[in-house]
């Protein structure tokens, strides 16, 4: 199994990926539209002279099982950067065997590297499941919006 950065390449399988991410989403009534973007969009957004977001993509024997989505985030208040963890997905067959994990630990890595004081996300709120799993790698939960928390991930010792 790796972890590495995606390319432009890798824009149709993201595409893929994020429909389902949709999809599951929508099971657990966190998301209710529908998906605009298109490969040219995301070669353009995340590939383009500007890159606006990053993803890392999981594999295991040369197949995709998953992704994470994400961008920087700077504090003038504090003068630190951080991470904001848009999308962390594995495919439905291959849950809770651990990719999750080495995902959150790879986007842990990507803060370090950029010397990010934390990552933070938020989740559905009806996805206690992921909830546990946020808790259980070592995150916070910083404030609740209603029934959905965002959660804060220390990146810096």
Do not use: C
Request: charged share 25%; hydrophobic share 45%.
């Amino acid at each position: 199994m790796i972890v590495r950065k995606a390319t432009r390449r890798d824009a149709g399988k993201l595409l893929e990926l994020i429909a389902l991410k949709a999809e599951f989403d929508r099971s657990m009534k966190g998301f209710n539209g529908e998906i605009s973007t298109t490969v040219e969009k995301i070669e353009l957004t995340l590939f383009g002279d500007y890159p606006f977001a990053h993803a890392l993509l999981l594999e295991r024997a040369s197949k995709v099982l998953g992704f994470a989505l994400f961008h920087y985030r700077y504090s003038s208040f504090s003068g630190e950067p951080s991470i904001w963890l848009d999308d962390l997905f594995v495919i439905a067959e291959q849950r809770s065997k651990g990719y999750g994990r080495e995902l959150m630990q790879a986007m842990k890595a990507q803060a370090e590297i950029a010397q990010a004081s934390h990552i933070a996300w938020t989740a559905s709120s009806n996805n206690v499941k992921a909830h546990d799993f946020y808790k259980n790698l070592g995150a916070d939960v910083e404030r609740m919006v209603g029934q959905r928390p965002y959660f804060r991930w220390a990146a810096l010792a």
